[in-house]
């Protein structure tokens, strides 16, 4: 398929009358065109189709459609539907009024499109860069990151509904692509095992019997896949029930598959298969939250006086936030959008990713660095690593009690940390050696090299600070980014199957979160200023007697 010039470089004159006519104030959709001539051309989207093939429908307008759609939380058909029957949509898009648009299905293959080789991350680059070349969103400012939970589209399975789907799924795929395969394999007691979608009870009946025997029917199923498939030709649900045998199975010495159990070491839970449909998805416990999923990670701007944008959107498997800092700040060079100051929350932040966005970004982050994990922080009793004074000149440490340590130690294994460590005869006699350490030996103190030591002291002196409380602050306000981006556009629930896929829908879900963003602050720029409610007849009556009654907050309190 190759790319069609798009129609849509010029309103029609005749849309144009229609809508500005209907709608005298605008829509965002209306704005998207009044005010950023459209957010996309055709050319920025000729690498990703071939140059020869049947021409297909516009991309710059395809990709249109789809913000559109997460703006408004339309499915497929419903945004098939405004492009055909809506002026607002028709104008954004530059067609005349009597196009016919398209099929839904278009929306399904642009997405896939968008999914493969980091295209939605090239989208939202190019949505930023008409931002700022429209004078909206700029480099060096303030910006916050937080994350919240996605919750999978698939179902929360059992171990025996694990393994039981996939090889449902499995038998699927080869009865679609190669039926020739099982026409020796499958009797009536497969048909009765797996002629349908596992809907298991909460306690199935010989739930260890069933498990073992599904084992076993992988097991076969999947000799009989190696054997008469090409490697290159096996499908995605063979490879996958291939990994969930893995995860779930041993051979014994009969050379049969027998489930795993704790002594043979089962795979951790951050790391197994949840779905045969969707490999990338993870089980993940944060607090009180459980979810099989993945994690959202969004970063605004949070300049005062200018509205919210959002630079970066990062959908991960769930793992530890300061793994993805590099990344957004990787991301946020190439689009020429670094902050000045990037505020974060305490489970972002380390000393080490304090000194490398200094001196790689010249980004300084501001947020809480935790604090020691020993019992001493945790009792807020006894003598911390804080108490210890810390000689780097001199490769010593003195405790309280003015003894110096007798070694120094900077051990590959427990790089970056230093270690200091005083001589039994040192802490033995000591009265207040209980305060100290629980340990049958000596104190050893672990510390970071001098210049993250002294980024860390820093940065805990500064948390103490009443002027430094105030600016962080700021970060609080991207709560409000979440749950916008949870309860009005769905986002903590996958649309798709896959992480790559819900990734587009976030990045999607993050334009048109701008777009609806910026559209209203241009709104409130060229409107006045609403007026209050007016008093009802009772609070009139009230006013009337000079009496005092309370004021809801939107009416000046």
Known sequence: M???PCPGVKVPEATARVARASNPQGTTAMWVRDRLDGLWTDDDF???YSRDGRPGISPAQLA?????????????RQAAEAVRCRVDFKYALGLELEDPGFHHSVLTDFRDRLAEQGRADRLLDLALARLAAAGLVKERGAQRTDSTHVLAAARDLTRLELVTEAVRAALEELARDAPELLDDLVDEGWAERYGRPVRLCAQPTRPATRLQQAGADAFVLLTR???????????????????????QYVLDRHGR?????????LPPGGRQIRSPYDLDTRFALRGNTRWSGYLLHVTETCDVGSPNVITDVATTTPTRDTAAVPGIHDRLARRALLPGEHFMDGG???????????????VTLIGPVKASGGWQHREQTGFARDDFTIDFDHHQVTCPRGQTSTAWVQAPSQAPYISARFHPRQCEPC?????????????????????LHELQAQNRADQQDPAWRKRYATRSGVEGTIAEFALGHQARRCRYHGMTKTHVQHVLTAIAVNIERLSHHDDQQTTPTRRPRRPTAFQQYIDAHHLPRPLWWRQGK
């Open 46 to 48: 000729s690498a990703w």
């Open 257 to 265: 598959p027998r489930p795993r159990t704790d002594k043979d070491g």
């Open 348 to 362: 972002y932040l380390s000393v080490a990713l304090l000194y490398q966005a200094r001196n790689e970004h010249r």
């Open 64 to 76: 249109t459609v789809c913000v559109l759609q997460f703006l408004l939380n339309l499915s497929d």
């Open 225 to 247: 896949i190696q054997g008469g498939v090409p490697a290159r030709a096996v499908g995605p649900m063979a490879r996958a029930l291939r990994q969930i045998l893995v995860q």
């Open 2 to 4: 190759s790319v069609q």
């Open 431 to 451: 009265p207040v050696r209980a305060s100290c350490t629980r340990g049958p030996t000596a104190r050893v103190v672990y510390f970071l090299p001098r210049h």
